[in-house]
């Protein structure tokens, strides 16, 4: 066993996982960001003390959102 997939395993039992409406909202967001504004996104990860997702996109990094645990997204 190696220790890239010990290091892993032993991350997931503290990671953080998205709700299914988080997880709908990141999807509409990305796709919108992507499809339809053509903007890269940059950072996509959950913020452990409110449990939001955090989006960071844009050619300039000038583009923040966040997804509450209830779905909403707050720019």
Known sequence: MSALFILFTGYNKFM???T??????LYRLCYTLTNV????????????RTLNIFVLAGH???I???IQPD?????
Do not use: A, V, W, Y
């Open 64 to 66: 923040e959102f966040e």
């Open 16 to 18: 953080k996982e998205p």
């Open 37 to 48: 504004m053509f903007q890269p996104i940059h950072i996509i990860r959950i913020d452990e």
């Open 20 to 25: 299914e409406k988080q997880l709908k909202g």
């Open 71 to 75: 779905g909403s997204i707050n720019p």
């Open 60 to 62: 300039d990094e000038q």
